[in-house]
């Protein structure tokens, strides 16, 4: 029986349309019934799940657990921080009826977990025994919006959210750049994708933080993508919410926080940095599947029981190289459809490295080995297969890597001219790096002639000095450039 | 420095004040300022954790994956099954304004998801090679409640909730009856709570089912808790859903279908089942850590040494034992708190195996193994202790499992009398197996009279007969009464 093939746009041809096709074709994700929302199916859910086994591991380690709060704010609770509630009041869902009844007080749904979270802060911190105090959460959060943008712009989404109390600023300072690069790192070293990073102005920094670090990587279509942030909240929500502590001194002082975060966002630059015309290309360390071993004839009794071997040899080859973690190697028997299909199905996934065992192989006691990100096909025997194996997917997983980061390095433009300026926002976009007078103004003002916000300012100031990009006032001071997710 | 000791008040002296003591200063979780939540602590959530992992791992491992669904569900989908929508109306939070703006329809936030996640199955499903199609979810659930009863009744709570689509009948009774098997399993070999299964009636069982099956436990003062529920759906949500496929023969036939779930209840189960006077006692294959090491003097650097080769060469011998899992190990190395101080808080805590360290212990390379179940301290060489460890921690599950166990089975009576029924649910109350003719009507009466419910209907029926122990007539079925969570 014959199948047809699952057809993509192609992604030079028109990217928005690819982005869709690949999430629907490869059945990442899909929409539903409730505007605005998204179902993460199980392909994609896996990505997720990848994404809190290595990175929540990464914070249990750095000595933050896991709790939970509720998904419930009273709206009086939200109302504390005055700049908080102000940026975060246009996306508020709220619950008015409960059990058949109106509320006194309505509630809202969770758009981040400050104002929840710290009324308890509040109650658990009394000494300076208590600190620093530090917790996680993995959960949903609903922020209003109905034009469905699939992983990247959805009513619903989930993330994780960290929040510490510190008895210093320069402590609290410190956690925040601490989780902008454990952020980084992730995206960088997991995920494969190349970034910047950096201080966000104050006009985009997150409603009631001092300083927000932020995490930026660049899409193909030239557009950049918040992959993380990270908030000093200083002293703000503890005067708020009365969040005192007893120094060592007797003196009773305000805590410093912080909070970090990342969400379902991720996946969606996932597919699109990395993907290619054939549909979704995933790098190795977060791919649900990183080998599948397809026979040719898996109605054949001697072909699939080498293709079985084959796989346990591979599965146990990765296992001892990397430790603990899970190698996943998947056999695709299914007798239903033809090699090409399949082929094209695992394409369409993503799957890093595909071996093919055939008549041929068995007889040779080989394997054909075909990687995803440059479609290289060769033929090796087995035994040379074991030995590599690990070799290849980290070799997939570097030029993935390295791929996205040449066209990173390609598309940032140091620009000294408005007019330059604006053209490269219609033309190729990517960021651009100019010399920004420190003005919300000259901010405001080239966000309205061109979309382009400021995505990041660099923490190292390299001294140099020039003219604001708008304004022309001299500054000293370079800063990221781009239209945005 | 002294620091004052947690009391709680006495388990056989105020069941249900010693069970909130716990709970709060075992720092499990907490009230929080949204009437009905709580907040689930580190250490609660580490122990919902434990269920994830464990339950997690046998639910993936029967080939069904993790997906995510919207939080919101459009009110007229709910209404789409009318005995669904009919009995959880009465426990709905409605959202009515999104965006600042009222809504056109209001939605509702899940108490459960059968309405949401099924008109995606019905897209997904079309031919019979799309079945069985089986999704399993871990997220929150909101059901209205006010009076928190932290863990047992909360306005939300977590859980994981299976859903399967089956051509067959069969198949869809089989998957429902195998869940209940895989819960069971679950509750007793990893939470050591002995349990009775068994069929819900008519009037217990979940809004639009079949059948619903269940998994019960007895808590310490005579009331049951449901510890996991699973349903047959049949087709009635195929039905109010159209959910069809093309069968072999070509022909669109309805799914059968079944839904599953367990949550953070099991918990409150947990706490209440195995705890005494001294706090919690968890069963090892639970306990987020299963041994601390307490050195009696954390500023004695030989000691300290000492007490983090044992400590290392416990965790060794444990991870050898059991493969995989997380053995935890603690040292408390807290110089503020006296070794009293600490011994009170693991016991608090229910740690299974506390290991003192100090200077006798040392010098004769030995340790003190003190066992949290049953309070039995004894000296032994560290060599036998390594040796042991496994061993130790073992026993400490089955005993907890075997102490639950005699106490169910001597809290199970049969009774034929109803004055003797009404008495013993007044008095010790515990589960009645008694005669049931079977009509709703007897049920009801039963519950006006005794708040004793039907909890299960016994799978195999024993060959017997006897008289309804309300109307007399005859009967050939027992059933398990109780008073219920």
């Known amino acids: ?17 690819w982005y869709t096709d690949v999430i629907l074709k490869a059945e990442l994700a899909d929409y539903t019934p409730v505007k605005g929302s998204m179902v993460i199916r199980p392909y994609g859910y896996a990505l997720w799940e990848g994404v809190q086994q290595r990175l929540g591991q990464a914070i249990k380690d750095s000595g933050v657990p896991n709790a939970y709060f509720p998904l419930f704010i009273p709206h009086s609770l939200l109302e504390k921080e005055k700049k908080h509630v102000k940026g975060f009041s246009p996306e508020l869902a709220v619950v008015t009826h409960g059990g058949g009844k109106k509320l006194a007080e309505p509630l809202v749904v969770r758009p981040t977990s400050e104002t929840i979270m710290y009324p308890l802060f509040a109650k658990w911190i009394q000494s300076w025994r208590d600190l620093p105090f530090k917790v996680n959460q993995w959960c949903n959060i609903v922020r209003w919006e109905l034009r469905t943008y699939l992983f990247l712009r959805t009513l619903e989404f989930l993330w994780q959210e960290g929040h510490t109390a510190h008895a210093t600023a320069k402590e609290a300072e410190e956690e925040s750049l601490g989780r902008m690069k454990m952020y980084q790192d992730f995206v960088e070293g997991v995920l494969a994708i190349p970034t910047i990073v950096g201080r966000k102005s104050a006009a985009e920094k997150f409603a009631g933080a001092e300083n927000t670090y932020t995490v930026e990587a660049l899409m193909p279509d030239g557009k950049a993508l918040q992959c993380g942030t990270s908030h000093n909240l200083g002293q703000n929500f503890a005067k708020a919410f009365e969040i005192q502590f007893q120094d060592k001194d007797g003196q ?13 966002r991720i996946i969606g630059a996932l597919i699109m940095v990395h993907g290619d015309d054939n549909g979704l290309v995933l790098p190795p360390r977060i791919a649900p599947i990183q080998v599948v071993v397809v026979p040719i004839d898996p109605e054949d009794k001697e072909q699939m029981e080498y293709a079985r071997d084959v796989a346990a040899e591979s599965n146990s080859a990765l296992r001892r190289a990397d430790q603990g973690s899970a190698a996943t190697i998947y056999i695709d028997d299914r007798s239903q ?4 299909y399949k082929y094209n199905e695992w394409e369409l996934k993503g799957v890093p490295v595909r071996i093919e065992v055939g008549p041929a192989e068995v007889r040779e006691n080989a394997v054909t080995v075909v990687r995803r990100d440059t479609g290289e096909k060769c033929q090796m025997s087995n035994v040379k297969c074991q030995k590599e194996i690990e070799k290849i997917l980290n070799d997939v997983q570097e030029n993935l890597y390295q791929k996205a980061r040449k066209f990173l390095k390609e598309n940032i433009r140091e620009v000294e001219d408005y007019a330059e300026f604006k053209k490269v926002m219609t033309g190729p976009r990517g960021f651009i790096k100019a010399f920004w007078c420190g003005s919300s103004e000259c901010e405001a003002k080239i966000k309205e002639e061109t979309r382009a916000t400021i995505r990041a ?17 001299s500054s000293s001071s370079q800063v990221f450039f781009a239209q945005a997710y």
């Open 1 to 17: 029986m014959e199948f047809e093939k699952k057809e993509i746009t192609k992604k030079s041809k028109d990217f928005s349309r």
């Open 252 to 264: 009773r002082r305000y805590v410093y926080q912080t909070s970090w975060g990342l969400s379902t």
């Open 337 to 340: 459809y033809t090699p090409g």
């Open 457 to 473: 300012i660099p923490l190292e100031s390299e001294s140099a000095s020039g003219r604001c990009i708008y304004c022309g006032r």
